[in-house]
């Protein structure tokens, strides 16, 4: 075979590949989305899940995700900056740094059920505070934080030099320099980048099987006192999750629409992490532009 | 007035192990222009960096020797740099404004250090931009983005922004050199205006522009100041032989 | 002029407070710099805790219970709820490795494949449309995967081969696709940071791009390519929910790849639920957490020794 031949047989392969891939993310799309399209109504969105009746929906669900992304959030973007703005700005080159970036790095790689039993272990029974959505929120902390403090780390880097040169040599605090020229230049960066973490810390479910709990009390909507037990807006309730959810009824749901009710959850997920990945997209331009407008 | 208003006594700054300056000593005399000058790499700019402590921000940069001003010597461990660099405000090679609005970019300096009446900082702003020769061209739009002026705009910004914490040094790296001629023209003029107020350093590779602007002038070569006298001494009648290899365009 | 000396005479009121009180810009400092430090504290404080917390308790099999360590590791067994409670783990153990290394052998080459073509073939289509498509499948959760996984993989490996259609296969399969963008994003950043020069040499030579891909670009590139090959295994050893609803959850080595198995993640998944907190069964469902935990710093120091041969 002449290398001209291989040449054509292998550039021929790379693209067989590369649509392969194309098609693959394509058929996954597509199938969640045709498949469970169908399921999903104002009723499914909004109603309890019914144990072995058909006809349940995941209201319940939806809100403990999004309130529960709510709650990580409040809690993980403060460590995060804080301990990003320490590595970008404040670590000097070292061995104290040098394993404080490992620490970072195996945290990262943790797998997410580790994490989850951590969490089972201490927050939930030494701290004593059950199966909550407060439980889950920490444990999910501990899940994101290392992408925030490199998100956070990464876009103060990308500041440029003299903007933060500048700031200093009008006489400005390294802190005030920090707070008041250098993050807002990075806020686009950081908002696209916290986005795209949301959309990871919406998804997760391992870290939240024995944190958040496998179940949620019946909740009243019409009560928003945040400290009574039937309230949805309670943080220390358990709270089931729309993917806990997902796998749940996958390996043991009782109700004959089980697979059914699976598809459409799973399309939803899928819909939320779509409107993530673009939001973040979208949103990071628009900041951009807005920060760096010319007009 | 016939105190230095600021002196740099054996000046040495290594990178690393690499020393980037071997044991400059200069005084600034209180409201003239100083221009250093040589070729790339001789460390003119590291020099310039020295004096207000902005080579601290740089990992492994170390500055050793005396710095002194208003009867100070601010190249010590526990001086504040916070307070020194309100007293010499830089100017750098590429325009750098905040990005904010234009009055923001002036009022940012003085409102931090404590001046928080509203009159007062327009005050401030119109004064800064006036002196920078800037008012005219920006009093209808102070609060667009400053980062839709032109160049020139923008380093004369950066000239008003440093003046509005009323320092008494101005450092400026090269900072006519990416802008076009009529710019660079302009920015020149403003330096002849403020030395009468201020104390400038500047750096520069044009030695038309040393020559035009500045009553004296260093002569930097390989870490060290060749020759440093009255800018017409300088450019008329070098003592150096490299000096006037420099100056002639017979050099690197 | 009367409006600097308005000024002048504020600073200098200041300058006077200042000698007495303490500076607001030094205290401003101080609190920076305590924030931060607090912030880096907890995250340390944190991974402290995950290593004592999951070591005191996965360390209590062999203290307590009297499980020997060659026991668990190595032996085929798991039963904990006879009479005689066996505790061999190496079934999940051998899953775990099975899945996470199957999975690594089929994304690996379709990874470095799309880096290829998104590098070196059409960099404009690949920025369009294959990096947009790896970035998306990194955010699909696993919860998802594992579902498809369950209404596709399961069925359609079971029409072709004989058995269930769970197991191993399907676990890799869906692990494959979980970690491709992983290999694909860090076998991509290091194509595209190899220099224009040692490849123009290649081609200089008259060799035909696929001759410069394999005998230059790759070689060149291999620790890279290895690190992302790691970090995807990395991922998906750890990986719990998406392999436990595809891979059967039977405790012992299978013998073939369509047979129902488990992994570590699978069993602690499905047990830990199960278990009173504090008796031999629960003790020994942390010792695989420990496992889990100590694999984790093997593939993060084999990341760091490929990185070093890289960057030298």
């Not at chain 1, 990262?108 to 969490?119: D, N, Q």
């Amino acid at each position: 075979m002449s290398a001209k031949t291989a040449d054509r047989i292998a550039t021929g392969v790379i693209y067989a590949v590369s649509a392969l891939i194309v098609v693959i993310l394509a058929g996954l799309l597509g199938y969640i989305i045709f498949r469970g399209i169908g399921h999903i109504s104002w009723h499914f969105l909004t109603s309890a899940p019914q144990t072995i009746k058909a006809g349940g929906g995941i209201g319940p669900q939806l809100f403990n995700s999004l309130f529960l992304l709510v709650l990580t959030l409040i809690i993980t973007i403060p460590l995060g900056l804080g301990a990003g703005i320490y590595m970008s700005e404040y670590a000097k080159a070292g061995r104290l740094t040098d394993t404080i970036r490992l620490i970072v790095e195996v945290l990262s790689s943790f797998p997410s059920i580790v994490i989850g039993l951590f969490g089972l272990l201490v927050i939930v029974n030494l701290f004593g505070l059950g199966f909550s959505l407060f439980s889950g929120a920490l444990a999910l902390t501990v899940f994101n934080l290392p992408l925030m403090v490199r998100i956070t780390e990464q876009a103060l880097r990308g500041v440029p030099r003299e903007q933060k040169e500048a700031s200093l040599a009008l006489g400005l605090s390294r802190w005030k320099t920090i707070t008041s020229v250098m993050l807002p230049i990075a806020t686009p960066a950081i908002v696209t980048g916290t986005i795209l973490a949301a959309g990871r810390v919406f998804g997760e479910a391992a870290a939240l099987l024995f944190t958040a709990g496998m179940s949620s009390p019946r909740l009243d909507f019409t009560n928003w006192n945040p400290l009574d037990e039937r309230s949805p807006l309670n943080p220390f309730r358990p709270a089931e999750t729309l993917a806990v959810h997902i796998w749940k009824i996958n390996s043991e749901g009782l109700a004959p629409d089980a697979s059914q009710i699976a598809a459409g959850a799973s399309a939803v997920l899928i819909i939320m992490v779509l409107v993530f990945n673009f939001g973040a997209r979208w949103f990071g331009r628009y900041l951009h532009r807005k920060f760096t407008a010319t007009k | 007035m016939e105190t230095q208003s600021l002196t740099a006594k054996n000046i040495h700054v290594h990178y690393g192990e690499k020393e980037a300056i071997k044991g400059v000593s200069l005084d600034f005399a209180p409201r003239e222009v100083t221009a250093l000058i040589g070729p790339s790499g001789c460390g003119k700019s590291t020099f310039l960096r020295s004096l207000n402590r902005m080579n601290d921000t740089i990992d492994n940069a170390r500055v050793t020797g005396e710095i002194w001003i208003d009867g100070e010597n601010i190249n010590e461990p526990g001086v504040d740099v916070v307070l020194l660099r309100q007293k010499i405000g830089m100017v750098w090679q590429r325009p750098n404004p905040f990005h904010k609005s234009i009055y923001e970019n002036i009022a940012f300096g003085p409102r931090y250090h404590g001046i928080k009446n509203k009159k007062q900082l327009d005050h401030i702003v119109e004064d800064c931009l006036r002196k920078a020769a800037l008012w005219d061209e920006t009093k209808d739009r102070l609060h667009n983005s400053a980062l839709a002026l032109s160049g020139g705009q923008q380093q004369r910004l950066c000239i008003a922004r440093s003046i509005a914490v009323k320092p008494k040094v101005i450092l400026m790296d090269e900072p006519a050199s990416a802008l076009d001629p009529v710019s660079t023209a302009k920015v020149e003029e403003l330096i002849s205006e403020l030395k009468q107020d201020y104390t400038i350093v500047i750096v520069t590779h044009n030695m038309h522009q040393a020559a035009r602007v500045s009553d004296k002038t260093a002569f930097f070569y390989m870490g060290k100041v060749v020759e440093y006298d009255r800018t017409e001494k300088i450019f008329t009648n070098p003592s150096e032989k490299a000096t006037d290899d420099y100056i002639s365009g017979r050099f690197g | 002029m009367e409006r600097p000396a308005v000024k002048d005479n504020h600073m200098e009121q200041q300058g006077n407070r200042a000698r007495k009180v303490v500076k607001p810009h030094v205290v401003e400092e101080w609190v920076g710099k305590v924030y931060t430090a607090i912030c880096i504290l907890v995250l340390v404080v944190t991974i402290g805790a995950i290593v004592y917390f999951v070591s005191s308790r996965g360390l209590t099999t062999f203290i307590k219970d009297g499980v020997s360590l060659s026991g668990l590791l190595g032996g085929l067994k798991w039963d904990p709820e006879a009479d005689i409670p066996l505790y061999g783990a190496l079934p999940f153990i051998f899953g775990s490795f099975s899945t996470s290394l199957l999975a690594a052998l089929i994304a690996a080459p379709l990874g470095v494949c799309a880096a290829v073509f998104m590098t070196q073939i059409m960099p404009g289509i690949g920025k369009r449309i294959l990096q947009p498509v790896i970035e998306l499948l990194a955010g699909i959760p696993s919860v998802v995967f594992g579902f498809v996984g369950l209404s596709v993989i399961v069925p359609a490996l079971r029409s072709i081969f004989p058995g269930q259609g769970i197991g191993i296969a399907a676990g890799a399969i869906v692990l494959s696709l979980m970690i491709l963008p992983t290999i694909t994003t860090i076998a991509t950043d290091a194509l595209a940071g190899l220099s224009a020069g040692l490849k123009e040499g290649s081609y200089a030579l008259g060799a035909t791009r696929w001759q410069t891909i394999y005998r230059i670009v790759i070689p060149t590139t291999l620790p890279a390519l290895l690190t992302g090959v790691v970090l995807g295994m990395s991922r998906a050893f750890g990986e719990a929910l998406a392999v436990q609803m595809v891979i059967g959850n039977s405790p012992h080595i299978p013998h073939s790849l369509f047979e129902s198995a488990s992994t570590l993640t699978s069993v602690i998944t499905l047990d830990m639920g199960n278990t009173v907190m504090g008796s031999a069964h629960n003790n020994a469902l942390w010792s695989l957490a420990l496992i889990l935990l100590a694999m984790t710093f093997v593939f993060v120091f084999v990341v760091r020794f490929l990185e070093r041969r890289k960057n030298r």
